[in-house]
């Protein structure tokens, strides 16, 4: 009789022990995580660090850029083309460098602005967080309908977001007025200050530049005090995005600066600074 009663008692115990353990560490619910599922994080970005801009920049593109500097003293050149750093927190963040110069007739300005993009959100790589803001400055640009489709003719014409150089964010190089074609099969349109720009050079998508790149035309609008013409080049490499900004401003003349050379030149730093990008 005795040992009836205690093999009850054992079983009881023993079961009682194994409720306890099993519910120990989580309150009594079953464990739902299943191991070797985990969320991989986004891929960082391409490029971890930022080239010196005001070092980065072609020196031979630089002359090209500020003509009147040619005939100065050898150390006043120097100066023009060293350029002058941006106030920065992080050189692996955001870089830039400025550049003025000129002559009698005409100055010129340069500004470089230089963002390496990260992502803090564990789902977005920063090449795609980089993407994201390249393509909301390209529709902020509001460039025209036929961007991407014009190539440049040869033929001159009269030529962040948010940088501080002064000028406007108006990509529309023209006042609507009559248009005429040109020669080469382009269409001209009369702009700001009786200007001419060719639909050929006006602003618009960039092809062979980095990861992306538009351009944009900013003719000094009507009234102006001093006219000038602005030359913006965006360009997306990876998770780096790059704005060049060329201006320039003629002295003594109401007429706004052709846009062929002022393109050219935005363009070729451009494409310079494109290969500095990660070296």
Request: aromatic share 4%; glycine share 12%.
């Amino acid at each position: 009789m005795q040992r009836r009663a205690y093999v009850p008692s054992l079983m009881l115990f023993a079961a009682l022990v194994a409720g306890c353990t099993s519910g120990s560490g989580n309150n009594g619910s079953p464990d739902d995580s299943k191991p070797g599922e985990t969320t991989p994080a986004a891929a960082p970005g391409k490029y971890l660090t930022l080239p010196e801009p005001c070092g980065a920049s072609d020196r031979g593109v630089l002359k090209d850029m500020f003509p009147g500097a040619a005939g100065l003293p050898e150390e006043q050149q120097e100066k023009v083309y060293a350029g002058t750093p941006e106030p920065t927190f992080d050189t692996d963040r955001r870089v830039g460098c400025r550049w003025k110069g000129g002559d009698a007739t005409t100055s010129h300005r340069l500004y470089v602005d230089m963002e390496r993009v990260v992502s803090y959100d564990n789902a977005v790589s920063d090449d795609d967080r980089a993407k994201a803001l390249y393509e909301d400055r390209e529709t902020a640009a509001d460039l025209p309908d036929s961007a991407g489709t014009a190539t440049p003719s040869g033929k001159p014409s009269g030529s962040p977001s948010g940088s501080p150089s002064g000028t406007t964010d108006d990509a529309n190089t023209s006042d609507g007025s009559d248009d005429a074609t040109a020669s080469d099969g382009s269409t001209d349109a009369t702009g700001a200050n009786g200007a001419q720009t060719s639909t050929a050079l006006q602003s618009r998508v960039l092809k062979g530049l980095g990861s992306a790149a538009y351009l944009q035309d900013i003719p000094s609008g009507p009234g102006a005090a001093t006219p000038q013409r602005t030359v913006r080049v965006v360009f997306r490499e990876s998770n780096v995005i790059v704005t060049v900004e060329y201006s320039e401003q003629p002295v003594g003349t109401s007429e706004v600066p052709a846009g062929q050379d002022l393109q050219d030149r935005a363009q070729a730093l451009a494409h310079k600074l494109a290969g500095q990008i990660g070296e």
